[in-house]
């Protein structure tokens, strides 16, 4: 009896109501559920979605349209802008800008879904076009600080100086106390303010993986901004492409050396996306692929970096990209051996906005973190981001396939 005549303790009561939670933390979502997958999509815009995904589904179509359709609207030809803005913009783009993205900011925030911002114009090669990128960036980063659906903007370090400078240094040490190149300490001097910004407005900065003959440039680069602002929380985050053969063993020196120098580790870990670049690259200068022999290599690797974040989870924070449902249901399998809870905040999952929203929905229902990578830009700026989406959707099997599958389910379930 409590003190004070307060009421005897059911305990019995209590075990199942104990019992009753241990199995609710152990059961998984439901990522067949099309009703709460499509939930947020009318009638018209689901039968609209599945007409785009089954028009992907053309390969030679997606290739002859990608090719057509950049030139057009390049060209400026009447009704190009309008047919990419209400078809792959639509499915991909949150929106222009950032502010114009915040109706689906606002309804991805309703369901429980961060959005990360992503500036999607890429092939910004001038001063100027790099100051631009930057400013951007910069904005997204004060949005992120009065939004609390937003967390973090995303960079990619070619759009902030010039990729044959970041190739240049690749296989060079980078003296950060004094460095010789203007361009480089100017690329540097932006991201750096970059991250500054985000810090002390308490967002998240995710620097993109990039080719493998820049990616040691910009490994050294990640490093430097993580040792600088990620002492006390977790700011700036660097992504390690596990298709390729070398990357476990890198996340596992570099979280060595985070302990050693006392910087908080923080990763986006993601399969890849240039693999026929670096296997055709490899090909013509006679060099061995950087890439996995096997796709279930890459699988392996991917999934042995999640368990090893998670294994360390307070060293880490993990950021699993994934569009792969197998390395999804793994990581929460490995979340629940660990008694880890589906909210720490050193565990997140994302998405592409658009994509797989049978993870992110579903993820977000069950109460883990969960978020989008939210691209945006102008239709003529981010219409090479486009044409690798539908070039990537162009399979009928695997990932995308299972995305059609599943739109046609919900419009028969809906008698439409």
């Not at 440039?217 to 992504?239: C, G, L, P, S, W």
């Not at 492409?241 to 910087?263: I, M, N, P, V, W």
Request: net charge neutral.
């Amino acid at each position: 009896m409590k003190k004070g005549g307060g009421p005897v303790r059911d305990f019995s009561l209590a075990e199942e109501v104990r019992k009753d939670f241990t199995q609710q933390q152990r059961s998984l979502p439901d990522f067949s559920n099309t009703a709460l997958t499509f939930r947020h999509l009318s009638d018209s815009r689901l039968r609209g979605t599945r007409r785009l995904f089954r028009l992907m589904g053309n390969r030679y179509l997606t290739k002859l349209m990608g090719t057509l359709g950049m030139r057009a609207v390049d060209w400026s030809l009447p009704g190009a802008r309008w047919a990419v803005r209400n078809t792959v913009y639509k499915q991909f783009v949150g929106g222009t800008d950032f502010e114009d993205a915040q109706q689906s900011i606002a309804a991805l925030a309703e369901r429980g879904v961060d959005s990360i911002l992503d500036y999607g114009a890429e092939g910004l090669h001038t001063a100027e076009g790099m100051d631009a990128s930057m400013q951007e960036v910069l904005q997204a980063t004060e949005f992120c600080a009065q939004t609390d659906a937003a967390i973090g903007s995303v960079v990619k370090l070619s759009g902030l100086v010039r990729f044959s400078i970041l190739e240049s240094y690749n296989d060079k040490v980078i003296d950060f106390e004094n460095v010789a190149d203007a361009e480089l300490k100017a690329g540097i001097q932006r991201l750096d303010r970059i991250c500054r910004l985000a810090y002390e407005r308490g967002t998240e900065v995710y620097l993109d993986a990039e080719e493998s003959w820049i990616q040691s440039t910009i490994d050294q680069i990640a490093e430097h901004m993580m040792a600088r602002y990620n002492r006390e929380k977790h700011v700036v985050f660097t992504t390690c492409q596990l298709y390729r053969h070398d990357r476990l063993a890198y996340l596992k020196a570099l979280h060595r050396r985070s302990k050693q120098e006392g910087f908080k580790l923080a990763l986006k870990i993601v399969r890849g996306a240039y693999m026929n670049k670096e296997n055709k690259r490899a090909q013509t200068f006679g060099l061995r692929s950087p890439i996995q022999s096997t796709l279930a290599e890459t699988h392996r690797d991917f999934n042995a970096a999640a368990e090893y974040c998670l294994d360390h989870l307070e060293d880490i924070a993990c950021c699993v990209a994934s569009h792969n449902e197998a390395s999804v249901v793994r990581h929460i399998s490995r979340m629940q051996e660990l008694n880890v809870d589906r909210n720490h905040p050193n565990v997140r999952f994302s998405q592409l906005l658009g994509m797989s929203d049978n993870l992110t929905f579903n993820l977000a229902e069950g109460g883990y973190n969960v978020s989008k990578y939210m691209v945006y830009g102008p239709v003529h700026e981010v219409l090479p981001y486009l044409i690798r989406r539908a070039e990537e959707n162009t399979s009928v099997t695997g990932e995308a396939g299972r995305e059609l599958k599943m739109l046609d389910e919900e419009v028969a379930r809906r008698g439409l």
